[in-house]
């Protein structure tokens, strides 16, 4: 994702170069990330996924497109270029042509400027080679969804009639690289993924993948358990991102890991993603800073997840309509204001609680949610695998290579085996 100024994992490493301006000489927050749901249909189905309608085939009208940008630009809140990610069903069920014409509508509103950066995650199984004479010639960043090899890939990332689905990803992988487009995997780390971090870095190595994040399985949306919840879930998953890092560091092959390079650059390069009130820049938790909207034009502030999930205690998620109003009208919901004030609270009980604050601003409150029940809270296990525990590991590291010897090391010179 373009730029790396949030631990949403929706944002895909592909995008991960961070090409804002350096926020300290911004004098105002603009629009950091556009989702636009083309569709909620996905033609997978896979068991951990979080999203209530990807049976749901309708489309989004050029009607609704042209609003959503003509809101957008009206708003004043762009500026430095954005990333528009196309979102939330399978990006590549809705057919290129469609994405054409969708373009040409977005062109109208850049002008001559290249404002919007376009970047989609997509499972790959429909990839083919006019997909990515589409990529090339619209500069759009990919990212790609697989898990790793095939029998950890195939454990959650099914059909509808069950079948696994890493044969078809794996050639959306190859024609990626034969078409000579740069990518991006996401993989998420489940129960059967997080005992595997060797075969899993082998997968990435053998298949030329150089940028990767990590999804921990998350409790969301329609996903209302995770597998980590079994035994041991979170000392495996530090096992598995210390065993991870240590393959990565001992060998030549130039992967990068968001995880690890975000908490690098926040431990070595403090006020990199701060505001000019010195605060940490988190897309999730500012309002409007990123915007979500749905097929229909309905759209959500703050983490794209909680685009059209029913909740009761706020009564809804969706803060307006593109078509009814402009974007700013939100802010008037009492919805928003609601979901606003628990995201403030919670945010500052982290402040006053947690020595990382300053490395995630609150991280994401989709999780704070859907983890502990409320926006107004602070500890979720995104928050301990994506901000502390890379952090940590990183921290371990350079008090080993600086000879401070008065821990534990987490990270030993050779490659140890995993017990
Ligand atoms: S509890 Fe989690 S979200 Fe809150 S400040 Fe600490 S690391 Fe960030």
Redo the contacts with the bound molecule.
């Keep these: 994702m373009t730029n790396t100024l949030t631990h949403n994992p929706t944002i895909t490493p592909a995008t991960a170069s961070g090409d804002l301006p350096p926020l300290h000489q911004m004098e105002q927050l603009y629009l950091g990330l556009l989702v636009i749901q083309p569709s909620p249909f996905c033609n997978i189905n896979c068991d951990y996924c979080y999203l209530p309608d990807r049976a749901d085939k309708r489309r989004m009208d050029f009607g609704v497109l042209e609003k959503v940008m003509e809101r957008v630009w009206e708003s004043g809140m762009v500026g430095p270029p954005f990333t528009l990610l196309w979102h939330a069903g399978e990006p590549l069920a809705v057919p290129v042509k469609w994405y054409r014409e969708a373009f040409d509508i977005i062109d109208r509103f850049q002008k001559d400027q290249q404002l919007v950066i376009h970047s989609l995650q997509t499972n790959g199984t429909l990839l083919n080679d006019s997909w990515c004479d589409f990529f090339k010639e619209r500069n759009v960043e990919v990212g790609l969804s697989v898990d790793g090899p095939a029998f950890i890939h195939d454990h959650h990332r099914k059909t509808r009639s069950g079948e696994g689905t890493w044969d078809k990803a794996m050639r959306g992988l190859e024609t990626l690289h034969r078409n000579e487009i740069p990518f991006g995997v996401v993989s998420v780390i489940s129960d059967i993924s997080v005992d595997h971090p060797d075969e899993i870095y082998d997968f990435y190595r053998e298949n030329g993948v150089t940028g990767i994040g990590f999804n921990v399985e998350e409790i969301e949306g329609s996903n209302q358990t995770s597998s980590l919840d079994r035994v041991d879930g979170e000392e495996r998953l530090r096992r598995f991102l210390e065993r991870f890092y240590l393959r990565n560091k001992a060998d030549g092959f130039p992967l990068r890991v968001r995880e690890f390079d975000i908490a690098r650059k926040n431990i070595l390069e403090p006020g990199w993603s701060h505001t000019p009130d010195g605060s940490y820049y988190n897309l999730e938790a500012d309002p409007l800073g990123m915007i979500n909207v749905d097929c229909f034009g309905n759209f959500s502030s703050f983490s794209p997840e909680l685009l059209g999930q029913p909740t009761e205690k706020y009564g809804s998620f969706s803060f307006g309509n593109v078509l009814n109003g402009s974007i700013f009208d939100a802010t008037k919901n009492e919805a928003f204001q609601r979901v606003l004030a628990d995201i403030e609270a919670g945010n500052r009980k982290?402040a006053e609680t947690?020595p990382?604050?300053t490395h995630?601003g609150?991280?994401s409150p989709s999780n704070k949610y859907y983890e502990n029940g409320s926006f107004d809270s602070?500890?979720?296990r995104q928050?301990r695998a994506t901000?502390?525990m890379p952090i940590q590991i990183i921290l371990a590291d350079l008090e080993d290579e600086l000879g401070i010897t008065d821990h534990e090391p987490v990270v030993s010179e050779e490659p140890q085996p995993i017990v």
Excluded: I
């Design positions: 982290c947690c990382y604050f995630c609150g991280a602070t500890e979720t928050c901000v502390k």
